[in-house]
């Protein structure tokens, strides 16, 4: 008909490749946590990266912001990757923080207690993850597993870098 109602807004893709649409559905609610789970965390690594405070100011500042910088292209190709298995990908923040396994930081905290916090959320991460992983593994989407395998290390490592600085 007109052409002033042409669809454009993100819809469920029909997708062939191998994994079922009810498992696909469940694999991008839990893609759609860890999304959710990641910018949450993001936004808190930023503000401790910005509001670090004393001696170990260059070293945390410096280690939050590469952690920061991954953890955004990670977000991206998770966020993706909902897209790619066919469905829509989380938009908003509210939305992002209503599927977060992160509580958002609403208040600042001595730089010690923003960083026993930092490493208890990449730990939460990495349990999140492992629980995503085998999921997509239960239902033989071994890319969706090799992408959320991947990111279980680069939480782990950073729960070590963190909590070395402190300790
Ligand atoms: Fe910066």
């Known amino acids: 008909m007109a ?8 819809k469920e893709f029909p997708v062939e490749n191998g994994v ?8 991008a609610k839990m893609l759609t946590q860890i999304v959710g789970s990641s910018h949450v965390l993001y936004a808190k690594i930023r503000g401790v990266h910005w509001n670090v405070v004393g001696p170990t100011f260059y ?4 280690l939050t912001e590469a952690h920061y910088e991954e ?41 010690e207690e923003m960083i026993k916090e930092l490493v208890e959320d990449h730990e ?16 033989e989407d071994v890319k969706t597993g ?15 870098m963190l909590r070395a600085t402190i300790s």
Do not use: C
């Not at 070293?59 to 410096?62: A, E, G, M, P």
């Not at 939460?124 to 239902?139: H, I, P, S, T």
């Open 3 to 10: 052409h002033s109602s042409m669809q454009t807004v993100a």
């Open 20 to 27: 079922g649409r009810k498992d696909r559905r469940e694999l």
């Open 59 to 62: 070293s945390l500042h410096k």
């Open 71 to 111: 953890l955004n292209e990670a977000i991206d190709d998770m966020a993706e990757r909902i897209r790619a298995i066919g469905f829509s990908a989380p938009t908003g923040l509210a939305e992002m923080i209503e599927n977060s396994v992160i509580t958002d930081q609403t208040k600042l905290i001595a730089t």
């Open 124 to 139: 939460k991460m990495a349990r999140l993850l492992r629980d995503g992983v085998a999921a997509a593994e239960d239902v």
């Open 146 to 160: 090799d992408m959320l395998t991947e990111r279980i290390g680069v939480h782990e490592e950073a729960a070590w």
